[in-house]
C-alpha cells in the first residue's frame, strides 16, 4: 500500500516561499534602485492596490523572478480573459483579511449592550493566503487574446503618474524620515539602534554611494527604534545568533523595504546571503505561524514610521 502524500497547508506554502528566496539570495546585499514607471503592486484588471503586508510578498516575488512589472493577477481572473499561466511559472502567494463580527454575550449567552443601548460586537480578522501572477509569467491561449494582454499592461503602465524630478521625490521622503523623533549620532563605520539609549547611530552621509542608500538604511534603523518600550515594545533582548535576534532582524529588514516603497526610494536589504540562509533555517523551524507573526509586526512597524497612504 502506497502512503499517501502529504497535504501542504497555504501557510507552509507561503512559508516556503519566503526561505526559498533567502536561500537562493547571492552573495550581495539585495538592492533596488527606485524605478517610477511601474508604479505600486496592483492588480491587472481590478487595478486594486495590494495593502498591507502584501506589497512586501509581491517585492520578494519579484525579486525571485527578475521581473520589472508590478501588476498581479489571480488564475481564475486570467482565465476568464482567455489567458493562462506559462507553464512552470510559479504563483507568489499573499494574504486575504477576512473580517469577523460576533456579538457580545454573558455567561449565560446574552447578548451584552454598550453605552448607548446598542449590542457589542466582538471583530477579529483571519486571513487566507492566496496565489496570484505576475503578467510576466502569463500569456494568451489566442493571437487575439495575447494582444489583448498586451494592450491590458501597457493601459495599466500608462495610468502611472510617475516623478518627474528625483530631487523633489528624495526631497519628500526625507522629511518625513526626519520628522523621527529618535536622535542619530553620525560617525565611525557602523549602523545601528541602541535601545538603552534610544538614539540610532549611522555613518556620515557622504559615506553611502547615494542619498537614497543611505535613507534606505536609515529606515532600517528605524524600524528598529520602533519597538522600543516607549513605542511599539517589542521584545529587544537577544543576543547575536538567538532567534529574538533573528526574527528583529527580519522586521527591521522588511519593514524597512515597505516604508522604502511607501516613499518610493530604493531599497537595500543590508544583509548578505550567510544572514538570510540563517534567518530561513530559523522561520523554516518555527513554521508558518512566526512567518506570519514576522510579516504582521513589519507591517506594524512601518505603519509607525509612514503610514500607508489612502488613496481614492
Same mark, same amino acid.
Given at each position: 500500500?502506497?502512503?499517501?502524500?502529504?497535504?501542504?497547508?497555504?501557510?507552509?506554502?507561503?512559508?516556503?516561499?519566503?526561505?526559498?528566496?533567502?536561500?537562493?539570495?547571492?552573495?550581495?546585499?539585495?538592492?533596488?534602485?527606485? *524605478?517610477?514607471?511601474?508604479?505600486? $503592486?496592483?492588480? /491587472?484588471?481590478? &487595478?486594486?492596490? !495590494?495593502?498591507? *503586508?502584501?506589497?512586501?510578498?509581491?517585492?520578494?516575488?519579484?525579486?525571485?523572478?527578475?521581473?520589472?512589472? @508590478?501588476?498581479? +493577477?489571480?488564475?481564475?481572473?486570467?482565465?476568464?480573459?482567455?489567458?493562462?499561466?506559462?507553464?512552470? *511559472?510559479?504563483?507568489?502567494?499573499?494574504?486575504? %483579511?477576512?473580517? $469577523?463580527?460576533?456579538?457580545?454575550?454573558?455567561?449565560?449567552?446574552?447578548?451584552?449592550?454598550?453605552?448607548?443601548?446598542?449590542?457589542?460586537?466582538?471583530?477579529?480578522?483571519?486571513?487566507?493566503?492566496? @496565489?496570484?501572477?505576475?503578467?510576466?509569467?502569463? $500569456?494568451?491561449?489566442?493571437?487575439?487574446?495575447?494582444?489583448?494582454?498586451?494592450?491590458?499592461? &501597457?493601459? #495599466?503602465?500608462?495610468?502611472?503618474?510617475?516623478?518627474?524630478?528625483?530631487?523633489?521625490?528624495? $526631497?519628500? #521622503?526625507?522629511?518625513?524620515?526626519?520628522?523621527?523623533?529618535?536622535?542619530?549620532?553620525?560617525?565611525?563605520?557602523?549602523?545601528? !539602534?541602541? %535601545?538603552?539609549?534610544?538614539?540610532?547611530?549611522?555613518?556620515? @552621509?557622504?559615506?553611502?554611494?547615494?542619498?537614497?542608500?543611505? /535613507?534606505?538604511?536609515?529606515?532600517?534603523?528605524?524600524?528598529?527604534?520602533?519597538?522600543? =518600550?516607549?513605542?511599539?515594545?517589542?521584545?529587544?533582548?537577544?543576543?547575536?545568533?538567538?532567534?529574538?535576534? #533573528? !526574527?528583529?532582524?527580519? +522586521?527591521?529588514?522588511?519593514?524597512?523595504?515597505?516604508?522604502?516603497?511607501?516613499?518610493?526610494?530604493? !531599497?537595500?536589504?543590508?544583509?548578505? &546571503?550567510?544572514?538570510?540562509?540563517?534567518?530561513?533555517?530559523?522561520?523554516?523551524?518555527?513554521? =508558518?505561524?512566526?512567518?506570519?507573526?514576522?510579516?504582521?509586526?513589519?507591517?506594524?512597524?512601518?505603519?509607525?514610521? +509612514?503610514?500607508?497612504?489612502?488613496?481614492?
Amino acid at each position: 500500500m502506497t502512503q499517501s502524500k502529504l497535504r501542504v497547508s497555504p501557510e507552509d506554502k507561503l512559508l516556503a516561499d519566503v526561505c526559498d528566496l533567502m536561500d537562493s539570495a547571492s552573495t550581495s546585499p539585495w538592492q533596488k534602485p527606485w *524605478s517610477g514607471e511601474g508604479g505600486p $503592486h496592483r492588480n /491587472l484588471i481590478s &487595478a486594486h492596490e !495590494y495593502r498591507g *503586508s502584501n506589497p512586501l510578498l509581491l517585492e520578494l516575488g519579484m525579486l525571485m523572478r527578475e521581473s520589472t512589472i @508590478p501588476l498581479w +493577477i489571480g488564475s481564475a481572473q486570467a482565465k476568464g480573459q482567455g489567458w493562462l499561466p506559462k507553464k512552470g *511559472s510559479k504563483a507568489v502567494r499573499i494574504l486575504q %483579511p477576512n473580517i $469577523h463580527q460576533s456579538e457580545v454575550v454573558d455567561d449565560a449567552g446574552k447578548p451584552q449592550l454598550d453605552s448607548d443601548g446598542e449590542p457589542m460586537v466582538s471583530a477579529w480578522i483571519s486571513y487566507k493566503v492566496i @496565489p496570484v501572477f505576475n503578467v510576466n509569467d502569463i $500569456h494568451g491561449v489566442t493571437d487575439d487574446s495575447q494582444a489583448d494582454l498586451d494592450a491590458r499592461i &501597457a493601459i #495599466a503602465l500608462k495610468q502611472v503618474e510617475t516623478a518627474t524630478d528625483d530631487r523633489l521625490r528624495i $526631497h519628500e #521622503a526625507e522629511v518625513i524620515i526626519d520628522a523621527w523623533p529618535v536622535p542619530i549620532n553620525h560617525g565611525g563605520t557602523r549602523a545601528c !539602534y541602541s %535601545p538603552s539609549s534610544d538614539t540610532i547611530t549611522l555613518p556620515k @552621509p557622504e559615506a553611502f554611494t547615494s542619498r537614497e542608500t543611505y /535613507l534606505a538604511t536609515k529606515l532600517h534603523e528605524m524600524v528598529h527604534s520602533t519597538g522600543h =518600550s516607549d513605542r511599539l515594545n517589542r521584545p529587544m533582548g537577544g543576543g547575536f545568533g538567538s532567534d529574538a535576534y #533573528a !526574527y528583529e532582524e527580519l +522586521i527591521a529588514e522588511f519593514g524597512s523595504l515597505l516604508c522604502c516603497q511607501r516613499l518610493r526610494i530604493g !531599497y537595500q536589504l543590508e544583509h548578505h &546571503a550567510s544572514y538570510l540562509r540563517n534567518w530561513s533555517k530559523r522561520l523554516r523551524e518555527g513554521g =508558518s505561524k512566526e512567518l506570519l507573526k514576522v510579516l504582521s509586526a513589519a507591517r506594524i512597524a512601518a505603519d509607525e514610521i +509612514i503610514p500607508e497612504l489612502e488613496r481614492e
